[in-house]
């Protein structure tokens, strides 16, 4: 899977879960509707989505193996989140989330000083 692909992927699956966890939090009789719990899962999610556009602008090999980390485990502890408040349609968009990640490891090709190939 093409890199921009993935990162497209990535983003769009954080938007669905932005849009699932506000439903959640607004909507009545969602079982958590007014508590902090999907709040805190939008958070994680507007996270991703800030960390997917950061991950598209890194050019160099150490920030985007870091954002990639700290992506992992944003997806992992937004989806455990999810999961505890029996928000489905949120945990699906972060395994999708997981599937633009892991096409997020092949990486663009960086080159390294003066063109050399890193």
Do not use: E, N
Not at 56 to 62: F, L, M, S, V
């Amino acid at each position: 899977m093409p890199y921009r692909v993935s990162l497209t992927i990535l983003m769009g699956a954080s938007l669905v879960a932005i849009v699932s966890g506000l439903y959640a939090y607004f909507a009545p009789l969602t079982g958590v509707t007014g508590v902090w719990g999907p709040l805190a899962a939008t958070f994680g999610a507007v996270c991703l989505l800030i960390g997917g556009a950061l991950l598209a602008r890194a050019r160099r090999r150490g920030s985007r193996a870091g954002l990639l980390v700290l992506l992992a485990l944003g997806i992992v502890l937004t989806a455990f989140a999810a999961w505890l408040l029996h928000q489905w349609v949120m945990l699906a968009a972060l395994a999708i989330c997981a599937i633009g990640w892991i096409g997020a490891l092949s990486g663009p090709k960086l080159s390294g000083p003066k063109g050399d190939p890193a």
